[in-house]
């Protein structure tokens, strides 16, 4: 077997080597490549690359700090399992979401927007500014559009989405703004595609309606359906899924 051309290894990470190196590694680690190996060390893996020791020793101290990695004396690097990886790190949610298609990620991804929104929603009906209005209802009107072929379906309902934890006015709802992104990628491609067609425009309408009327109660309720025909959705792919 012809070892690979570490200049052109190199070219491949792009111009920022580190993270290059960080994204190349991480994805690596995520879908598997290096089950039932040693994990290579700094110069190993500097050689391999074509980069310096120093590119290496910080792709591998950020992967440390994301939970993928960590160095023990006398053992040198090992790769952690996956209960210790940061799942709030967007590089790791979408490592995950890259590697073989999994339903019970879905699932998992969706048991937790249900556990935020819906109260994201409720907090929007509250206190919600004038601002914050006008983003929700762009990002419905973007739907709209988007039925007609005239905006991203994809872009559109996410848009939505990040639009009601931003008006939730609370900061850690809004923190979720970069993980929902990601992973609703993946969602809202894997729900529209078992359905046959794009989210639907009454269902968040009804979200939007209940938080400009300032309705708490029915704005919980409203985000709470759309969910929750997510996940009544997934749990019927998964029992029709045989079982390997």
């Known amino acids: 077997m012809i070892a690979p051309d570490p200049a052109q290894v190199r070219t491949s990470l792009g111009r920022n080597l580190t993270h290059g190196m960080l994204d190349t590694l991480g994805r690596s680690i995520v879908i598997g ?128 989405h990040i639009a009601i934890l931003n008006a939730s006015g609370n900061p850690f709802y809004m923190q979720f703004r970069d993980v929902v992104t990601t992973a609703l990628q993946t969602s809202i491609r894997f729900t529209n595609r078992i359905k046959g067609r794009s989210a639907s425009v009454a269902d968040h309408g009804s979200v939007r309606d209940a938080i400009v009327a300032g309705d708490t109660d029915a704005a919980r309720t409203a985000m709470r359906k759309i969910i929750g025909d997510v996940l009544d959705l997934i749990g019927d792919v998964h029992e029709a899924t045989p079982p390997r």
Not at 96 to 104: A, G, Q, Y
Request: aromatic share 8%.
């Open 33 to 160: 490549c290096y089950d039932g190996q040693i994990f290579p060390t700094e110069a190993q893996l500097a050689t391999q690359h074509g980069v310096s020791r120093s590119v290496t020793r910080e792709a591998v101290k950020m992967l440390t700090a994301k939970g993928l990695l960590s160095a023990r004396p006398r053992q040198g690097t090992i790769i952690q399992p996956s209960t210790s990886w940061n799942l709030f790190d967007t590089d790791v949610l979408r490592w995950l979401l890259e590697r073989k298609f999994s339903v019970d990620l879905l699932k998992h991804f969706n048991q937790l927007r249900v556990a935020i929104e819906p109260e994201a929603a409720a907090l929007a009906s509250a206190f919600a500014r004038t601002e914050d209005r006008a983003m929700i209802d762009a990002g419905l009107e973007r739907m709209i559009a988007a039925e007609r072929g005239e905006d991203d379906p994809l872009d559109a309902d996410i848009a939505f």
